[in-house]
């Protein structure tokens, strides 16, 4: 007597799986930022190593031997490192000679108008002093560093919160404040889309940096 044999049929797709959106977004984007780290570290890396050797005063050894092997002095001098502080040190008085070192442009129509000033001149000071607080001068003055080193210097504007504790009536109350903070980067830490110098027009860019696990 013959049993009865119960065929099942694999109807299994890959093509049915769910797609991970998140996932394959990370995933493009990875790709265009790995090509383009590459691109960058080819053409510049190099020379950017070169650049902050001789601003250093770095002797750089077996290889520069090579390169010139009738020079055979290991003094470095610091012409170049006086040079270019130098610079940097003019650029920021320039810019940040005057306590006002930004101001709110006015016309002619607001600027007769007392109450109007006198509540321009308010926001103004406020967005100094919290300038002031946040350290953008100091962003500025290594973003004006690394352009008198590398060629380019360059701002990060990144907003972020922070954590604030205040003593009311007797009592501890925790709050967060939202503040906007400018980040110098390195060249190293900067990818960009190599296939044109604007950023407007560029595809896009990456911030690759260390941060402390929290």
């Known amino acids: 007597m013959a049993e009865d044999s119960i065929v099942v049929e694999d109807s299994y797709d890959p093509e049915d799986e769910p797609v991970d959106s998140g996932g394959a977004l990370v995933s493009w984007i990875m790709d265009k930022v790995d090509t383009w780290r590459t691109h960058r570290d080819t053409q510049h890396a190099e020379r950017w190593d070169e650049y902050y050797k001789i601003w250093r005063g770095l002797w750089a050894g077996d290889d520069a031997k090579k390169k010139n092997s009738a020079n055979r002095s290991k003094i470095v001098a610091p012409a170049t490192m006086q040079a270019v502080d130098a610079t940097v040190a003019e650029i920021e008085e320039a810019v940040f000679g005057r306590e006002t070192w930004i101001d709110i442009e006015e016309d002619y129509q607001e600027g007769m108008d007392r109450e109007q000033r006198s509540q321009m001149i308010a926001m103004r000071d406020s967005l ?87």
């Open 128 to 214: 100094l002093e919290r300038m002031n607080r946040d350290g953008v001068p100091t962003a500025c003055a290594k973003a004006f560093l690394n352009a008198a080193i590398y060629g380019t210097g360059i701002g990060k504007v990144n907003t972020a919160k922070r954590v604030l504790k205040d003593m009311v009536n007797g009592k501890e109350q925790v709050r967060e404040e939202p503040y906007v903070e400018l980040i110098s980067l390195e060249p190293y830490e900067f990818i960009p889309d190599p296939t044109t110098d604007s950023i407007d027009e560029m595809l896009g860019m990456a911030h690759e940096t260390l941060v402390p696990y929290l």
